[in-house]
Structure formats: structure tokens, C-alpha cells
């Protein structure tokens, strides 16, 4: 069956950085987009970053822009959030998605906690 994995998440200090890991199994890796999206306490679930099934074409929203990086590795069957200069506000569990056509599928999250 299929497996999403992430790992990564902990207690970082504001403007410290983490870099979370999503490891997939039971679906050919390379033709799924991938996606992180993540969830605080209280609010909806909100996009992070997309990239494309082969890494080229990557999405952020505006709150990380210029801060976090998405990105994918075919070979390793992982896709990665590179996380840097973290807020307190990016505290929340994140999640990584899989899509390909109508097939998506979610991992269990990892939390992330930014405070002093």
C-alpha cells in the first residue's frame, strides 16, 4: 500500500532552520507531484510548496517565499522543505501531499514548533 512518511519536525528557535523529509512507497514516485501544506492549531490547512513530478516547476505561497525550498528526488523516492529564518507564526504541523490526475495522497505530518 501506499506510504508517506515525513520526518524532520522539532523545536527551533526563531530565525533558526529545519529541513523535513517525506519518504513515499507503493506508487511510482517520479510521475507525482508533490506538495507541503501545513496546519497551526485553531486554522485550516494552508499550501506551503508544490513542485512538479520531475522537480522543474516549483510554487510557494507568499509567507515563505524567499525562506523555504521545495525540493524532489526521484532516486531517493523523497521530496524535501528546506526551512530557513523560521517565524513563530510558521509553528504547525506539516504535511506532505502526492498527486497524480485524480490519485492524491497525504502523509501523517510532523510538527514544527518556533519559539524561544
Known amino acids: 500500500q501506499v506510504q508517506l512518511v515525513e520526518s524532520g519536525g522539532g523545536l527551533v528557535p526563531p530565525g533558526g532552520s529545519l529541513r523535513l523529509s517525506c519518504a513515499a512507497s507503493?506508487?511510482?514516485?517520479?510521475?507525482?507531484?508533490a506538495s507541503w501544506y501545513r496546519q497551526a492549531p485553531g486554522k485550516e490547512r494552508e499550501f506551503v510548496a508544490s513542485t512538479s513530478s520531475r522537480g522543474l516547476t516549483k510554487n510557494y505561497a507568499d509567507s515563505v517565499k524567499g525562506r523555504f525550498t521545495i525540493s524532489k528526488d526521484n532516486t531517493k523516492n523523497s521530496v524535501y522543505l528546506q526551512m530557513n529564518s523560521l517565524k513563530p507564526e510558521d509553528t504547525a504541523v506539516y504535511y506532505c501531499k502526492l498527486v497524480r490526475n485524480s490519485d492524491s495522497y497525504w502523509g501523517q505530518g510532523t510538527q514544527v514548533t518556533v519559539s524561544s
Open positions: 507503493g506508487l511510482t514516485f517520479s510521475t507525482y507531484a
